[in-house]
């Protein structure tokens, strides 16, 4: 009994990275079609931390302004104050599970941050920057 109570946890804590993993290569399928070409962790990461600046916002603004530099940690939005779980699938099983929870906060935080939606290649690059943590 006790091995099948053992065996039944580790299925369930490796159920989470199974679904991320399809869920982000369904995503990045997409966004091939959609015209992006070879998705960069690097680009990415370039992406993570680049500061922009846009009509909307009195101060320049990036993505670890509320997600901090490392995707390990826990954030906090500049406006609110609220507490952000880590972008990292180490740290958060229920990232990247849902296509319409991603694309919903890839749509918000981009005109948030950038002035304008993400392009696919954008999305790309940053969910290969972030699947590598």
Not at 61 to 82: A, F, Q, Y
Not at 84 to 90: L, T, Y
Request: hydrophobic share 35%.
């Amino acid at each position: 009994m006790r091995t099948l109570s053992l065996s039944m946890l580790l299925l369930a804590l490796c159920v989470p990275h199974a679904a991320s993993a399809d869920t982000v290569d369904e995503l990045l399928e997409q966004y091939r079609a959609e015209g992006a070409g070879e998705f960069s962790a690097e680009a990415g990461q370039r992406l993570w931390h680049a500061q922009h600046s846009h009509g909307t916002a009195p101060n320049s603004r990036s993505c670890v302004s509320c997600h901090t530099s490392d995707p390990h940690s826990i954030g906090e939005h500049v406006r609110t104050g609220k507490s952000i779980k880590p972008m990292a699938r180490s740290m958060n099983f229920e990232r990247y599970t849902e296509q319409e929870k991603v694309e919903k906060w890839f749509k918000r935080n981009c005109k948030w941050t950038l002035g304008r939606e993400c392009s696919a290649q954008e999305k790309g690059d940053l969910l290969v920057f972030l699947r590598s943590h």
